[in-house]
């Protein structure tokens, strides 16, 4: 049987005009640009919500330089398409946290949701990212529930866990023959988890917490809490502040005579940023970090002589966060050959993705959390240097994350 569909047969045989008609709607069609087509015509919208202002601006600055070095150094687009950054302050300020992370998902439409420092304000991120299914990339905010009991296929983070870099110290404080220790931290999530991954640590090499110590966040004021420790005297004293509360509070507890009688130990952001305002009263201070800046490796060296070049400024592990951010939109949309559409190949490959850090390779866990290495430093001659490795390829728990 001949199929009477074939061209000349006298059902389907086309006229003259027919010809015309139907070229000029191929040649129409050919010129009309698909959706898709269209929106790789668009530029890549990434909403960047850190601090910019407070205690916070300077970590929220370096994150946001690194981020666009590292995307500078692929030719400065994303999949192809040329991107517009959109940059709101958040002003460390958990309460004003769900209007600025609606203005940035639902008022700018960004495709990639981008941030922050604080954990209180990452949870309102969260929160709406999980709402709106929007894809939040945390470049610092270690708030546990993130990639823990608040987990989602759309969230990543290319920091750390607030328990990660504070459990490992708890066996150094514990080998370093200290039997009794003290803690003081802002009473906030990060302060809260980090004291926490500390004592968990600690106790389970041998020692015993013996007094926590409070301060309402972003207090400053550290005399009376160590008039305390002074009297308690215990074997050693873990903190955690960050940014320009801990370049203070190094100074107070140097100025008040206590480092030679009670040894000072912290994560790493005690000292990370802030190293040039403690000066000396930092020297030879113990750090727990997923970085140090003389980490031998070829793309530490290149990216702190570029970070230098093109901010005057030195990396910190902020910047690193950064950098790592921008190097996991570059493998995201490339896998995805600049479709933001294609959501479920793109988390796929971001969630295979292989990170070459300057801080060391790393990959993600199942709930989305660096599983990476975490470096004993000191300070030394205004660096944080590299010591020894405390804890190899750590992974967060993730207490409640349903992924894993």
Excluded at 88 to 112: C, I, M, T, Y
Excluded at 137 to 158: D, E, K, L, S, V
Excluded at 340 to 360: F, H, L, N, Q, W
Aim: proline share 4%; glycine share 10%; charged share 20%.
């Amino acid at each position: 049987m001949i199929d009477d569909r074939i061209a000349g047969s006298p059902r389907y045989r086309l006229t003259r005009r027919a010809l015309l008609a139907g070229g000029a709607a191929a040649a129409l069609a050919g010129s009309v640009p698909t959706r898709f087509a269209l929106g790789q015509q668009a530029k890549v919208k990434l909403g960047l919500m850190l601090p910019y202002s407070g205690t916070y601006a300077a970590l929220g600055q370096n994150i946001t330089d690194a981020i666009k070095l590292a995307i500078a150094e692929k030719g400065g687009k994303l999949g192809g398409r040329e991107i517009e950054y959109v940059q709101v302050d958040d002003e460390s300020e958990p309460a004003k946290a769900p209007q600025n992370a609606n203005r940035v998902v639902v008022g700018e439409k960004a495709d990639f949701f981008i941030g922050t420092v604080h954990s209180g304000v990452v949870m309102a991120m969260v929160k709406v990212a999980r709402e709106e299914n929007a894809l939040l990339i945390i470049p610092n905010a270690g708030a546990g529930a993130a990639t823990g009991q608040f987990c989602a296929p759309n969230i990543f983070r290319t920091s750390f866990s607030n328990w990660q870099p504070a459990f490992p110290m708890g066996a150094v404080a514990a080998k370093r023959g200290h039997k009794t220790a003290a803690v003081m931290a802002w009473k906030y999530g990060a302060g809260e988890e980090s004291v926490q991954g500390f004592t968990e640590g600690f106790t389970k090499a041998g020692g015993k917490v013996v007094k926590e110590f409070w301060v309402p966040f972003p207090d400053v004021e550290f005399q009376a809490q160590l008039t305390e420790l002074a009297a308690l005297k215990p074997d050693a004293l873990f903190v955690f502040f960050a940014g320009g509360g801990a370049a203070k509070f190094v100074k107070d507890y140097d100025g008040a005579g206590l480092r030679k009688s009670i040894p000072l130990y912290s994560t790493g952001f005690l000292t990370d940023g802030v190293l040039k305002a403690q000066g000396a009263a930092a020297e030879g201070l113990f750090t727990t970090l997923h970085y140090a800046e003389n980490l031998d490796n070829p793309v530490n060296k290149r990216f702190r002589a570029d970070f230098q070049k093109q901010t005057g400024r030195a990396a910190d592990v902020y910047a690193v966060q950064g950098y790592d951010t921008g190097q996991l939109l570059i493998q995201a949309m490339d896998a995805v050959k600049g479709d933001v559409k294609a959501r479920e190949p793109m988390i796929k490959a971001m969630r295979a993705a292989t990170i070459d850090s300057p801080r060391g390779k790393f990959t993600f866990s199942a709930s989305h959390n660096p599983v990476q290495d975490i470096y004993l430093r000191t300070v030394a001659n205004g660096e944080n240097q590299f010591v020894e490795v405390a804890h190899k390829a750590l992974a967060d728990p993730a207490a409640g994350c349903k992924m894993t």
